[in-house]
């Protein structure tokens, strides 16, 4: 929108969150609840956009996208404080200001539109955003004149019974003429409850100067919700998760149980993929078509390309599973592994920095932590490389085509060499070349009748 700039309010602590981290850092589906909210307005394309920060201002501002601009409030005394704190950023802008809370992250782009088109249209110099709830406990109230105008606004703290029966509540959200907020701001007192600037004031401050006070009421109450404590959280939760798995499923994404299924707002999903209860989806993982999660998989920051299959309760970290390849059951990617196209990680197998070429197999009960692992190589059940040695990791190179026995260990650092077998239970200490036996069993002895004459001893020594 031409025009239009925007001041989002971040500063406070969020007291009632009982948190010694400030309510918009506190994550919804994944990410800080401002970023909701900045997002949201930043689809309005505004010229120009500050965030007001107080609490822990250096991470808040750390996380600000590109071009908004912070505007510190160091002492937090209320809303329209903050306000001020935000208009000084905006040096002589004159335009439409859309001004908004950062906990009301619910509240979506097109409602934000909304409010600015009436705001716009009927040349208001205060246009309030505000929604009809069957609790509106705790909200400030819309009060209305005999013509249904918008009077002023009463916190709930400082309503009257009569005042508190009212259900249209102050969503937190306002378009003001940039030059009439600056001009109320002057005349905003602490004279309540709080002992707060209230920002609420400029309504019946402007309407007593003869300015003109929109109220702009949302036909989505729902997304009214304020963030005060982690209940609130708990709610917005809820709500922003069913929004993204909807999102998905409109693209062509199965999702059996949605809402046992649980996708950060930051994944993205290709269609056909087939997601089953219990999933937990997260960072900013990518996963590809055709993709099946079975129940119960813990994924953070990681890729799953076309057709890759985690059979279930299986934990990838900060990892890549390449086309067609299948995880799981019970498998753990630690960070930094790989597992090439067609490969497969199964039960109890964990990797840490793990590089598993394609069509490698390590199917049952291994550690492959520091690896390099060739095409085709078979990893036998119980292989581990023993990666420490209490100072320093070293790496395991296996080179393609090798097979694994069951139950080896690879004192690391070493290297196996194409196509080389590694006989079950070896110990390798050291490099192996290519299309060698590699063996460091000690020989069999059988001791013929030995386990029947040492039952018999040990039946006599009984009896005496
Ligand atoms: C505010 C409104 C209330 C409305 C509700 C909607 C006021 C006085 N009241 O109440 O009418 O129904 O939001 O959710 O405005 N903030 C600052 N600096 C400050 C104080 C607050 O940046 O000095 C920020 C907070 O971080 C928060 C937002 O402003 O993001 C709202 O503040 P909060 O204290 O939560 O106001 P409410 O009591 O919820
Ligand atoms: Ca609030």
């Given at each position: 929108v031409k025009g239009l700039a925007v001041i989002v309010l971040a500063a406070g602590l969020g007291t009632r969150m009982k948190s010694?981290?400030?309510?918009?850092?506190?994550?919804?589906?994944?990410?800080?609840?401002?970023?909701?909210?900045?997002?949201?307005?930043?689809?309005?394309?505004?010229?120009?956009?500050?965030?007001?920060?107080?609490?822990?201002?250096?991470?808040?501002?750390?996380?600000?996208?590109?071009g908004v601009t912070a505007a510190i409030q160091k002492e937090q005394l209320?809303?329209?404080?903050?306000?001020?704190?935000?208009?000084?950023?905006?040096?002589?802008?004159?335009?439409?200001?859309?001004?908004?809370?950062?906990?009301?992250?619910?509240?979506?782009?097109?409602?934000?539109?909304?409010?600015?088109?009436?705001?716009?249209?009927?040349?208001?110099?205060?246009?309030?955003?505000?929604a009809h709830l069957a609790d509106p406990a705790g909200y400030g109230r819309i009060i209305r004149g005999g013509d249904g105008s918008v009077q002023r606004i009463v916190e709930h703290k400082d309503?009257?019974?009569?005042?508190?029966?009212?259900?249209?509540?102050?969503?937190?959200?306002?378009?003001?003429?940039?030059?009439?907020?600056k001009r109320a701001l002057k005349e905003v007192r602490t004279e309540n409850s709080q002992g707060e600037f209230y920002l609420t004031d400029v309504v019946a401050i402007t309407k007593k100067r003869g300015g003109t006070v929109l109220g702009v009421t949302t036909d989505?109450?729902?997304?009214?919700?304020?963030?005060?404590?982690?209940?609130?959280?708990?709610?917005?939760?809820?709500?922003?998760?069913?929004?993204?798995?909807?999102?998905?499923?409109?693209?062509?994404?199965?999702?059996?149980?949605?809402?046992?299924?649980?996708?950060?707002?930051?994944?993205m999903i290709g269609a056909d993929t087939v997601i089953h209860p219990g999933n937990h989806i997260t960072g900013e993982?990518?996963?590809?078509?055709?993709?099946?999660?079975?129940?119960?998989?813990?994924?953070?920051?990681?890729?799953?390309?076309?057709?890759?299959?985690?059979?279930g309760y299986s934990v990838i970290?900060?990892?890549?599973?390449?086309?067609?390849?299948?995880?799981?059951p019970f498998s753990h990617l630690r960070p930094g592994s790989r597992v090439g196209a067609a490969a497969r990680?199964?039960?109890?197998?964990?990797?840490?920095?793990?590089?598993?070429?394609?069509?490698?197999k390590a199917s049952h009960l291994s550690y492959l932590g520091d690896t390099v692992i060739g095409r085709d190589v078979n990893i036998g059940a119980g292989t581990i490389t023993c990666n420490y040695d209490g100072f320093n990791k070293y790496q395991t190179i296996i080179e393609d085509g090798v097979f694994v026995g069951s139950d080896t260990q690879f004192i690391a650092p070493v290297r196996v060499g194409r196509g080389s077998v590694v006989a079950a239970g070896t110990t390798v200490t050291k490099d192996v070349p290519a299309d060698a036996l590699a063996i460091s069993r000690s020989p069999?002895?059988?001791?013929?009748?030995?386990?029947?004459?040492?039952?018999?001893?040990?039946?006599?020594?009984?009896?005496?």
């Amino acid at each position: 929108v031409k025009g239009l700039a925007v001041i989002v309010l971040a500063a406070g602590l969020g007291t009632r969150m009982k948190s010694s981290t400030a309510k918009v850092l506190h994550q919804i589906a994944g990410r800080p609840m401002l970023l909701h909210t900045l997002g949201n307005a930043l689809a309005l394309k505004p010229e120009k956009t500050v965030a007001v920060v107080g609490h822990q201002a250096e991470k808040v501002i750390g996380l600000l996208p590109e071009g908004v601009t912070a505007a510190i409030q160091k002492e937090q005394l209320g809303t329209a404080h903050a306000a001020s704190a935000g208009l000084k950023k905006l040096g002589g802008f004159t335009g439409a200001l859309l001004l908004c809370s950062g906990d009301t992250p619910l509240l979506g782009a097109d409602t934000f539109r909304r409010l600015v088109q009436a705001h716009q249209k009927a040349g208001a110099d205060v246009s309030v955003l505000t929604a009809h709830l069957a609790d509106p406990a705790g909200y400030g109230r819309i009060i209305r004149g005999g013509d249904g105008s918008v009077q002023r606004i009463v916190e709930h703290k400082d309503a009257t019974a009569a005042e508190r029966a009212v259900h249209e509540i102050n969503t937190g959200t306002y378009c003001f003429k940039a030059s009439a907020l600056k001009r109320a701001l002057k005349e905003v007192r602490t004279e309540n409850s709080q002992g707060e600037f209230y920002l609420t004031d400029v309504v019946a401050i402007t309407k007593k100067r003869g300015g003109t006070v929109l109220g702009v009421t949302t036909d989505r109450p729902e997304e009214a919700l304020g963030i005060n404590s982690r209940v609130d959280l708990a709610n917005a939760e809820k709500t922003v998760r069913r929004r993204v798995n909807e999102r998905h499923m409109r693209s062509g994404v199965t999702i059996i149980d949605p809402d046992a299924t649980y996708i950060d707002a930051g994944v993205m999903i290709g269609a056909d993929t087939v997601i089953h209860p219990g999933n937990h989806i997260t960072g900013e993982t990518v996963i590809g078509s055709g993709v099946a999660l079975f129940p119960g998989n813990f994924i953070l920051d990681s890729t799953l390309k076309d057709g890759a299959v985690v059979k279930g309760y299986s934990v990838i970290e900060s990892s890549c599973v390449d086309e067609g390849a299948q995880i799981g059951p019970f498998s753990h990617l630690r960070p930094g592994s790989r597992v090439g196209a067609a490969a497969r990680v199964g039960n109890f197998v964990e990797l840490k920095k793990a590089l598993l070429a394609e069509g490698v197999k390590a199917s049952h009960l291994s550690y492959l932590g520091d690896t390099v692992i060739g095409r085709d190589v078979n990893i036998g059940a119980g292989t581990i490389t023993c990666n420490y040695d209490g100072f320093n990791k070293y790496q395991t190179i296996i080179e393609d085509g090798v097979f694994v026995g069951s139950d080896t260990q690879f004192i690391a650092p070493v290297r196996v060499g194409r196509g080389s077998v590694v006989a079950a239970g070896t110990t390798v200490t050291k490099d192996v070349p290519a299309d060698a036996l590699a063996i460091s069993r000690s020989p069999q002895v059988n001791r013929e009748g030995w386990a029947r004459k040492n039952r018999q001893e040990k039946a006599k020594g009984k009896k005496a």
